[in-house]
């Protein structure tokens, strides 16, 4: 079964760091456009990032960037969140998700999340 | 930058249609993407540029986009279509969601 599985998540105080991991399975991982998602408690789907197949292109939210770091090792079929200067804002669950092949595909793989919550 | 504006809620009968729209400027020059999402679970893709649908996905769901709007359309809804259902476009190389829609079948 194709899968994505979330870990690093938890409890970090304001400032700090914390870096996500994503596990692919049972696909080329390397031939998949990789993003973050994140949603708030009970809030709606916000997008955090996404990079390209080989790592040579990223994008960011602008609420993220130059704290948040993405990236990927596709020999360890693994993309990498690295979470700098950590706001009480950033609590959230955060998904990392698998978009399809053709041009407007969506987002049809997700792991199942991670939690993250900031606060001292 | 770019929004996409959903209603907070939407109400249908068991059976009936259920609409879902999504604004946005010129929302129909770009591909638009339909998530469901249940509560305590990960969304999941529904339609796909614009009126596909992943395998696995009843035929009930259908989408379209012309316009400034994306729409969702969900017909003989059941009880089991009651969730949260999300909006999705690209803007340039950054990817937008709508605010949802709770879905609630009544």
């Known amino acids: ?120 | 930058s770019y929004e996409l504006t959903q209603p907070p809620s939407v109400s249908v009968s068991p059976g009936q249609t259920a609409s879902i729209t999504c604004s946005g400027d010129k929302l129909g020059d770009k591909y638009a993407c339909w998530y469901q999402q249940k509560p305590g679970l990960s969304p999941v893709l529904v339609i796909y540029q614009d009126t596909k649908r992943p395998s696995g996905i009843p035929e009930r769901f259908s989408g379209s986009n012309s316009g400034n709007t994306a729409t969702l359309t969900i017909s003989g809804t059941q009880a089991m279509d009651e969730a949260d259902y999300y909006c999705q476009a690209w803007d340039s190389s950054a990817v937008v969601f709508g605010g949802g829609t709770k879905l609630t079948v009544l």
């Open chain 1, 1 to 120: 079964e194709v899968q994505l599985v979330e870990s690093g998540g938890g409890l970090v105080q304001p400032g700090g760091s914390l870096r996500l991991s994503c596990a692919a399975s049972k696909f080329t991982f390397s031939s998949y456009w990789m993003h973050w998602v994140r949603q708030a408690p009970g809030k709606g789907l916000v997008w955090v990032s996404r990079v390209n197949s080989d790592e040579s292109s990223t994008t960011y939210a602008d609420s993220v960037k130059g704290r948040f770091t993405i990236s990927r090792d596709n020999a360890k079929s693994t993309l990498y969140l690295q979470m700098n200067s950590l706001r009480a804002d950033d609590t959230a669950v955060y998904y990392c998700a698998r978009v399809g092949l053709s041009f407007g595909a969506g987002m049809d793989v997700w792991g199942q999340g991670t939690t993250v919550t900031v606060s001292s």
